[in-house]
């Protein structure tokens, strides 16, 4: 069976520096895949060679066995690669359901005028929004911000969500919270690949890892087998989160 997704080779310099290097990975339909390694390991460069941000100096990324290395990221985006961002990138001016309505209208499934709000408002709803949907952005806390940039690329109806330290900077409970909200996409059978520090979350919502350091891959496989790799365990975790 073909994957969703394959990186084959996949490489990134800048100058003299090789931030993604010889990156090989498939990810089958409805898999949940962790993206882990330690700080400036290639791990968000990765996700901007997938979704088209940056244009990778060689190799091969596939989408459903075609080629969209090098594709602009608004084509990448239409053929079904969707994400988040580490900061969140709200449309400041708009309100709640407006940014949800903008991925309706410029993801996966185009759709238009009340197809488009009430795509959105189901994403809301999903995401626990509902009620908010008329709210200006800027009276969003911040978790709820990374709620809206959630349902935003979930409204066009991506084939892989990548979502990059969509986890970071929250609070327990937020943290919580979210890890729900991701188990729950994952459950519905969505193919998602997942940039995350938090081990917590990795173990409970992925069932492989690829693990990352200084660019290239040092380990993949099961979640549990990855996280008790030695390599993995001085590279990356520390030998007090074995």
């Not at 994957?3 to 498939?26: E, H, I, M, N």
């Not at 990765?46 to 594709?71: C, H, K």
């Not at 995401?127 to 690329?153: C, F, H, N, W």
Request: proline residues 4%.
């Amino acid at each position: 069976m073909t994957p969703v997704l394959s990186l084959r080779g996949a490489t990134k310099r800048f100058g003299g520096l090789v931030a993604v290097d010889d990156l090989d990975f498939d990810v089958a339909e409805h898999d949940v895949v962790g993206l882990i390694g330690p700080n400036g390991s290639g791990k968000s460069t990765t996700l901007n060679l997938i979704s088209g941000a940056l244009q990778p100096t060689a190799g091969s990324i596939a989408l459903n066995g075609s080629e969209i290395a090098g594709l602009p990221a608004q084509d990448i985006a239409r053929r079904g690669i969707a994400r988040t961002f580490q900061l969140v990138r709200p449309l400041a001016s708009m309100t709640v359901l407006e940014n949800v309505k903008a991925g309706a209208v410029f993801g996966h499934r185009r759709r238009w005028g009340r197809d488009a709000e009430a795509q959105a408002m189901r994403m809301l709803e999903k995401v626990g929004l509902s009620r908010r949907a008329q709210a200006p952005m800027g009276s969003l806390t911040y978790i709820d911000s990374k709620r809206v940039e959630l349902a935003r690329t979930l409204a066009g109806e991506p084939k892989v969500l990548l979502l990059d330290e969509w986890l970071a900077g929250l609070n327990p409970t937020e943290l919580e919270q979210g890890i729900a909200l991701i188990r729950s996409l994952r459950d519905e059978g969505r193919t998602i690949i997942i940039v995350e520090h938090v081990m917590d979350a990795i173990r409970s919502l992925c069932g492989r890892c690829v693990v990352m350091s200084s660019g290239a891959k040092i380990a993949e496989g099961t979640t549990e087998a990855v996280l008790s790799d030695p390599e993995v365990i001085r590279a990356y975790l520390g030998t007090d989160d074995a």
